[in-house]
């Protein structure tokens, strides 16, 4: 990124973005699909498939299990899909057979799942939710901001129609690129729309082209950002994805052991705890103190919860290419200050599924 500016019309940047969107298909395991990459935020991700497979008063389902899970409903809002959710407390993961039951009972265009949810650590069964999808003949849309390049997802088997990421989590990027997979199937629904899509740069037709030839022109790529996520990804190929999810799997492993021995508990619910995010309760309003000591004392930087939870809620990222001892030595930080500050738990309610709305 700091090498001198790539200019996004000459031949480098041409074969740079034809390798970039192959390691793309690469890191989702996406052989037969459409592959986009192009610049903006995981947000866009998510919008991206919204207003290109939703039309106004299109019968939508989000499952959601946290902040990011209730963005996506907030988004199949804005665009006007009749927008119906099977909201879950946070920390409880979505559950196939209420999915199955709801899909018999209603009929749906597109599903909407957050792999993992970041904010509660939560990992869904991903499998299990979007093959209840495929048997009802319903579009799946999936969020892997949190998952792809970390945690086991392959697009070829999975069955979804889209599933995104973005370049600054598991992948080890810098943030800045939106990674989407696409089914053929979802390519068609999009082309067969009646309405237009309602975006220029969302619409993932416009890009489609660009993928291809990305001589064309639509817009103007963050050209250092994709440099960026290139190497990112050459590294994710030269450990192996594999090998790179076996190494999540350890510190995940590692994470939740340092956090159960400190006596806190987790948001997310056994058996459902993402290796690549922990969120755990800490005492009420005690989680910015946790933090910033930990900055300033150490120079390590962990998350809080988003919003409501920010003052009671730690989040710990364990992902990219972070390695064992590197984060055995940064969680004897935390428990350091752990001792020190956040030693009280939360009480914690028990988590109760909400009914379906
Ligand atoms: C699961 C999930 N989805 C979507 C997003 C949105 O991505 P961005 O912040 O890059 O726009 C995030 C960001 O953290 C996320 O964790």
Known sequence: MAGPQLP?????????????????????????????????????????SVVSLVSHGDPTLTLTNGYFGRRMLMLNQVHGAKADSLEYTEGNAADPDALRKKLRKSRYKVVF??????????????????????????????????????????????????????????????????LVAASERAIQQME??????????????????????????LATPATQVLLALREAMKETKEEGLENRWSRHRKLGELTRSRVEGWGQKFVAEEGRRADTVTSFWVHREK???????????????????????????????????????????????????????????????????????
């Open 113 to 178: 799942i957050t792999h993992v949810d970041t904010s509660s650590s939560v990992a869904n069964p991903i499998n299990e939710l979007v093959e209840e999808c495929s048997k009802e003949g319903v579009l799946s849309v999936v969020d892997a901001v949190c998952s792809i390049g970390g945690i086991p997802l392959d697009f070829g088997r999975l069955g979804a129609d889209i599933v995104f990421t973005a370049s600054q989590k598991a992948l080890a990027g810098p943030p800045g690129a939106v």
């Open 8 to 48: 996004h019309v000459g031949s480098e940047f041409y074969s740079m973005f034809k390798e970039t969107v192959s390691l793309a298909r690469y890191v989702f395991r996406n052989e037969k699909g459409v592959q986009f990459v192009f610049t903006g935020s995981g947000t866009i991700g998510m919008e991206s």
């Open 192 to 217: 067969n729309r009646k309405a237009p899509i309602e975006s220029y740069y969302m619409n993932l037709l416009k890009w489609k082209p660009i993928m291809d030839d990305p001589k064309m022109y």
């Open 287 to 357: 989680a910015g103190e946790i933090q910033h000591t930990l900055e300033n004392e150490h120079g390590i930087v962990v998350a809080r919860g988003i919003y409501e939870d920010s003052d009671k809620m730690i989040r710990i990222g364990h992902f990219g290419i972070l390695q064992v001892s590197e984060l055995r030595a940064a969680l004897d930080s935390l428990g350091i200050i752990m001792e020190k500050i956040g030693g009280i738990i939360r009480p914690v309610k028990v988590a109760k599924r909400m009914p379906a709305r």
